[in-house]
C-alpha cells in the first residue's frame, strides 16, 4: 500500500471517528429540561458500562479462571470504594498471580 | 448548585488507570497492525488520529485487504456510532465553563473510558479537569501502539494477559459505589449487563455487532429505567 493510499484510509477512518464524537458534543449546548430524556441521559454511563464490562471482562485475561478471580478482586474493592487505580492495578496483580500458578501448577 | 470538578491534578489522577489500561490494549494493537502488514509510524499515526481500540481493529484490515473507502466510513460509523450516545450523555455534564475550542478537543478523545470516568464524576466537570483526564490516556495509546509495533517481544505475555483487565477493572470500579447507594443504578447496569450476554451467547444474536450491541442494551435499558424510576427533578441528577 503506498502512502497517498494509506492516507486515505486514515483520513476516512479518523474523520468518520472524529465526526461522530464531535457533532453531538458540539451541537448540544442547552441543557435537556424534559425529565425523561434527562433520567435517561443520567442512566447511559452506567448501562454502557455493563454492557462493555460482561462478558468481555472473562476473555480478557489468558483464561477464564484468572478472568474470575480478577473480576472477584475488582468487586471486593470496588464495593469497598478504593480508588480505581488501586482496583485497576490489584485486578491485575491478581489475574498474574493466578496464571503463574496456574502455570506452576501444570 | 451543583459542584464542578475542575482541578487539572486530580483529572491526571483519574486518567492513569486509564493510561495503564491503554498501553496494554494499544500494545497489542501494535503487534496486530505489523503482522497485518503495517508499518510502525503508520499504526502509530492511526492510534495517534483515532483513539478508539475497536474501530481501529477493524479499520486495519479493510486497509489491508484494499476495500472500497466506504466500507471504511460504514465499519467505522457502526462501530463507533456508540461515541454518538456518550457525547450527548457528556454534553450535559460539562461545565459553563468549557468553550467551544474546548468541545472540539475533548470530543477527539471522548473514548469508551474517558467518557466513563467523567461521568463518573459528581457533578459538572471542568476544562482544566478534562485536559488533565485526556493527557495520559493518549500518551499510553500512543506510546503503547508504537511499542507494540516495533517490538512485540519485549513484555513477557504474561504481564499483557495481565494488562487486559485493567480497563475492565477500572468500569467495574466506577459503577459500583454508585450502584451501592442507588438500586436504579445497579437495575441499570444488571438489565445492561444482561441483555449484553445475550448477544454474546445467543447464535441468533450474534451476528450484531459489538458497537450496535453497546448501543441497544444501553439505549434500551436506560429507556426502561428512565420510565420505571426518572430522576427526581433539577438539580438533584446526582443524589
Known amino acids: 500500500m503506498n502512502n497517498r493510499v494509506f492516507f486515505c484510509y486514515l483520513l476516512a477512518m479518523a474523520g468518520t471517528t472524529y465526526l461522530i464524537r464531535m457533532l453531538p458534543l458540539v451541537l448540544c449546548k442547552k441543557k435537556v429540561q424534559n425529565r425523561f430524556v434527562r433520567s435517561f441521559l443520567y442512566y447511559v454511563p452506567y448501562a454502557v458500562l455493563g454492557a462493555m464490562t460482561f462478558p468481555a471482562i472473562f476473555y480478557s485475561t489468558g483464561g477464564l479462571l484468572s478472568a474470575a478471580v480478577g473480576l472477584a478482586v475488582a468487586l471486593v474493592l470496588a464495593y469497598r470504594e478504593c480508588s480505581l487505580l488501586t482496583v485497576a492495578a490489584s485486578a491485575c496483580c491478581a489475574v498474574y498471580l493466578t496464571e503463574l500458578i496456574q502455570r506452576l501448577l501444570a | 448548585m451543583t459542584k464542578t470538578c475542575n482541578c487539572f491534578s486530580q483529572g491526571i489522577r483519574d486518567g492513569l488507570p486509564i493510561c495503564l489500561g491503554y498501553l496494554s490494549v494499544a500494545f497489542a494493537f501494535g503487534i496486530f497492525s505489523v503482522e497485518e502488514g503495517l508499518k510502525a509510524w503508520q499504526a502509530l499515526a492511526i492510534s495517534m488520529t483515532n483513539v478508539t481500540s475497536a474501530g481501529q481493529l477493524a479499520g486495519v484490515p479493510v486497509m489491508v485487504l484494499g ?29 459553563p465553563g468549557v468553550r467551544l475550542l474546548d468541545r472540539f478537543v475533548i470530543a477527539f478523545l471522548n473514548t469508551d473510558e ?10 459538572m466537570v471542568g476544562r482544566r479537569y478534562l485536559y488533565g483526564l485526556i493527557l495520559t490516556p493518549f500518551l499510553g495509546w500512543s506510546t503503547g501502539t508504537f511499542l ?14 495481565a494488562l487486559g483487565i485493567a480497563i475492565y477493572a477500572m468500569f467495574i470500579a466506577i459503577f459500583i459505589p454508585p450502584a451501592k447507594h442507588n438500586r436504579a443504578v445497579l437495575a441499570v447496569v444488571l438489565l445492561s449487563a444482561g441483555m449484553s450476554c445475550l448477544f454474546h451467547y445467543l447464535p441468533l444474536l450474534q451476528g450484531v455487532s459489538s458497537g450496535l450491541t453497546i448501543i441497544l442494551c444501553a439505549v434500551i435499558a436506560s429507556c426502561v429505567l428512565a420510565m420505571i424510576k426518572p430522576i427526581p427533578e433539577e438539580d438533584s441528577a446526582h443524589e
Request: hydrophobic share 55%.
Open chain 2, 114 to 123: 474517558i467518557f466513563a470516568v467523567a461521568s463518573g464524576r459528581e457533578g
Open chain 2, 148 to 161: 507494540g509495533a516495533i517490538a512485540g517481544n519485549i513484555l513477557p505475555q504474561a504481564v499483557v494477559t
Open chain 2, 67 to 95: 476495500l472500497p473507502i466506504y466500507e471504511m466510513i460504514l465499519t467505522q460509523f457502526v462501530i463507533n456510532l456508540r461515541y454518538a450516545l456518550m457525547s450527548i450523555s457528556l454534553s450535559q455534564k460539562l461545565d
